[in-house]
């Protein structure tokens, strides 16, 4: 019931809350810069992008929290989360400075990675752990394209690009050390088209 009513809280607070972060945005100091309307819209959208992301890392890592058994799992989860909200927060601010909103799409987004989290989790917690290596490594392949494709100017998003991408990689780099069971081909191809779907429907709607 514990974990129940900490998942409703989890999705509240990420759908609907603002949300904080326990650690300064690495854009802090940096000055805006000076977008033209294509570079703006460009640098919106690939924030929205990484924005559900967050929300779908939030959603992922409670759900595996939830079903675990393993305390010491449970808390590497949690610890991953608390980071997570961090990111959520940082994307969060980029988005409202340059003016673009998040994902209409978002509920959705957090059902299914909450649902893809609960399956990870019930068929092990080696399982549960490879799921997390291959999120967070897909992740950090998109957030090193994105720093590719943001505008050379825009520093303040480059900078909390840049930090997420360090973070994702070194939580893909624990869970790996914790004994993650390496998902077959098939599984990470089907991760990497649905994660296909979700950064080309995020960047518009």
Not at 19 to 31: F, H, I, M, N
Not at 87 to 113: I, K, Y
Request: overall charge neutral; some cysteine.
């Amino acid at each position: 019931m514990d974990s129940f009513f900490n998942a409703a809280d989890t999705a509240l607070r990420t759908l609907f809350a603002v949300p904080r972060a326990s650690t300064e945005t690495p854009a802090q100091g940096v000055p805006e810069a000076d977008l033209n309307p294509a570079q703006k819209r460009l640098s919106g959208a690939l924030m929205r992008v990484n924005h559900v992301g967050e929300v779908c890392a939030q959603a992922l890592y409670t759900a595996q929290a939830a079903v675990t058994n393993n305390p010491q799992l449970r808390e590497h989860l949690l610890a991953a989360a608390r980071e997570e909200t961090d990111h959520l927060a940082w994307t969060r601010q980029r988005l409202d400075a340059l003016g673009a909103r998040p994902s209409v799409l978002n509920p959705l987004w957090f059902a299914g990675a909450f649902a893809l989290g609960l399956v990870a989790a019930k068929i092990s917690d080696r399982a549960s752990l490879g799921f997390v290596v291959e999120t967070e490594n897909q992740v950090a392949e998109h957030l090193r394209s994105h720093l590719q494709r943001l505008p050379e100017n825009d520093l303040a998003s480059r900078a909390v690009v840049s930090r997420m991408k360090d973070d994702e990689e070194r939580h893909a780099a624990q869970a790996s050390a914790s004994g993650a069971l390496a998902l077959p081909p098939p599984v990470k191809i089907a991760m990497r088209a649905a994660a296909r779907v979700m950064t080309t429907t995020a960047h518009y709607v």
